[in-house]
Nanobody, 124 residues
Framework: QVQLVESGGGLVQAGGSLRLSCAAS????????IGWFRQAPGKEREFQAA????????YYADSVKGRITISRDNAKNTVYLQMNSLKPDDTAVYYC?????????????????WGQGTQVTVSS
């Protein structure tokens, strides 16, 4: 069982930046791939980026390429999501999720464990 805890959300003005963190309780965190998703009110959960903990390979949704960066710190069992040039449309609850699958996945049902989410609000 992996427990994931997101942090780093908050209120930011348009054009600003935030760095979200996803900390895992599992010592064997390196066996997983981690994805970040977001969900705005009334919308489906939307893939943002994923990273494979073994080698740091990453994959991004086309809509966020160039604006966000996913990274990892295996020593801290933590994955980060750096978000820049934020827009009001980025307002959502952001979730991290873990999967045993080492092939990077983009669909929520492909992930086994989820955090509780962290709210990101971007004001205009």
């Amino acid at each position: 069982q992996v427990q994931l805890v997101e942090s780093g959300g908050g209120l930011v003005q348009a054009g600003g930046s935030l760095r979200l963190s996803c900390a895992a309780s599992q010592r064997t965190f390196t066996e997983y791939s981690i994805g970040w998703f977001r969900q705005a009110p009334g919308k489906e959960r939307e893939f943002q980026a994923a990273i494979r903990m073994t080698d740091g390979r990453t994959y991004y949704a086309d809509s966020v390429k160039g604006r966000i960066t996913i990274s990892r710190d295996n020593a801290k069992n933590t994955v980060y999501l750096q978000m820049n040039s934020l827009k009001p449309d980025d307002t959502a609850v952001y979730y991290c999720a873990a999967t045993y699958q080492l092939t990077l996945r983009t669909r929520p049902y492909e992930y086994d464990y989820w955090g509780q989410g962290t709210q990101v609000t971007v004001s205009s």
